[in-house]
């Protein structure tokens, strides 16, 4: 009988400890919860690549339009790449600047046709879609097409994640 009384007692504990920890838990930062999610690892190992790592883990207030692993492996093969640590880094760390703002922008600060400027010095375009509740983003890139929002607001302690469907390209300058 004290048995069952202390395993209840201790799970009633750790329950209730457990909710109250989960509430006063700060978010995670945008690289911790692109660690945390596999379907980013290659955003991940590009952030290693170009020692940008330390950036996302620190404070600060971006919002970084993050491509998935399909968006990246697209890229390659339109490249003609085998993998990441192909490219030249500087090129990956402009490509990954493009991808972030030097501010917290949710989507519902988001309007159709606005412009912003990325951490790169470039603007992209936010393209709304009412009717199929869908937000796309062009870079003006022709090795491009548009990368369509998949996964909104999702809140980190030193910004936001809008994880996307392609890996936008700057104008290099060719």
Known sequence: MKKIALVAIAFIAFSCSTDEELERTPPLSVLAVAKATPNLSLFVRALEITDLSAT?????NYTVFVPDNAAFLD?????GEPNLEALDE????????YHVLTTRVLSTDLSN?????????????????TTADEVTITDGNTLTSDATVIARDINCSNGVIHRIDAV????LGN
């Not at 500087?90 to 600047?97: A, D, G, I, P, Q």
């Not at 046709?113 to 879609?129: E, K, R």
């Not at 936008?168 to 104008?171: D, H, Q, T, V």
């Open 56 to 60: 996302f883990d620190q404070s600060g």
């Open 75 to 79: 890229l390659l093969s339109t490249l």
């Open 90 to 97: 500087t090129l990956l760390s402009n490509v990954l600047k």
């Open 113 to 129: 046709g606005v412009s912003p400027a990325t951490l790169f010095g470039q603007n992209i375009t936010v393209n709304i879609d």
């Open 168 to 171: 936008m390209l700057p104008n």
